[in-house]
């Protein structure tokens, strides 16, 4: 079964820490570049970091120095560590390939970051 399954999200005040969670079935994982994205009320889905299968990472410009993807292939998984948090990046949080397929979207997780 095609699954993404996110994990992690919270409440946290500004300039705080996250680490949100993806665990993906198997055969999502291994070939695909992996994404988090996220998706604000009122706003449109937007990429927020993506990596490839060999690590090789890119950022959106307003996370760029505080976010950080990772993976592990062992565990099909992927991973946004998030550091120095902004009420801006509250949203909720999603991960999927990169690109996005619609029929990956999980339930994503909420990331709420009071001032």
């Known amino acids: 079964q095609v699954q993404l399954v996110e994990s992690g999200g919270g409440l946290v005040q500004a300039g705080g820490s996250l680490r949100l969670s993806c665990a993906a079935s198997?055969?999502?994982?291994?070939?695909?570049?992996m994404g988090w994205y996220r998706q604000a009320p009122g706003k449109q889905r937007e990429m927020v970091a993506k990596?490839?299968?060999?690590?090789?990472?890119n950022y959106a410009d307003s996370v760029k120095g505080r976010f950080t993807i990772s993976r592990d292939n062992a565990k099909n998984a992927v991973y946004l560590q998030m550091n120095s948090l902004k009420p801006e990046d509250t949203a909720a949080y999603y991960c999927?390939?990169?690109?996005?397929?619609?029929?990956?979207w999980g339930q994503g997780t909420q990331v709420t970051v009071s001032s």
């Open positions: 999927n390939t990169y690109p996005a397929a619609q029929n990956y």
């Open positions: 198997r055969i999502i994982f291994r070939t695909n570049v």
């Open positions: 990596i490839t299968t060999i690590g090789i990472t």
